[in-house]
């Protein structure tokens, strides 16, 4: 059975192309975040579960996204900042991508279409968390306010 997930491909903070078959095997948490949003700090729920469960198998992708309330408007450099300093975040950050509308990024567009939200194929808020199993199958969409400490379950599960 063929994985739409693994061809897609997303550009590192610094530039670099990454594909998602390089996640394979493993259980994903893709989140769009920023920098200067009231849920910021769910950056150090994030950071925490990474590091628990990083060695069984775990990857989150952070997608930085200015479309809600302007809340990422750094470049590069502000962005890797507000991850690295104020939250110690070692997971992978993504460039800055569009979630909704006529640019959404290919891998937003495969996520949404596969675990449509209350707004249908739009995603609401920064924040807002998918799940997929090791085999790149998107299982669980999570609202912006569900802080990181109530996936653990979920993930824990997956990763047996």
Not at 48 to 62: E, F, S, W
Not at 66 to 77: A, D, L, R, S
Not at 100 to 128: C, M, V
Request: aromatic fraction near 12%; hydrophobic fraction near 35%.
């Amino acid at each position: 059975m063929s994985n739409e997930f693994y061809p897609l491909s997303a550009n590192t903070l610094q530039g670099k192309e990454v594909f998602m078959q390089q996640y394979q095997g493993k259980v994903i948490l893709v989140v769009n975040t920023a920098s200067k949003c009231g849920l910021t700090p769910q950056y150090e729920g994030l950071e925490a579960l990474y590091k628990k469960y990083q060695d069984k198998g775990l990857m989150i992708l952070g997608f930085p996204c200015n479309q809600f309330g302007g809340q990422e408007p750094g470049g590069e450099k502000e962005i890797s900042e507000t991850c690295l300093i104020n939250y110690g975040v070692s997971f992978p950050i993504f460039e800055k991508t569009e979630v909704n509308g006529s640019n959404t990024h290919d891998i937003f567009k495969y996520l949404k279409a596969e675990l449509p939200g209350t707004l249908g194929q739009r995603i609401k808020w920064n924040f807002t968390k998918f799940l997929l199993d090791a085999e790149g199958k998107p299982l669980k969409r999570y609202a912006p306010t569900t802080k990181p400490e109530s996936i653990e379950a979920d993930i824990a599960k997956l990763l047996g």
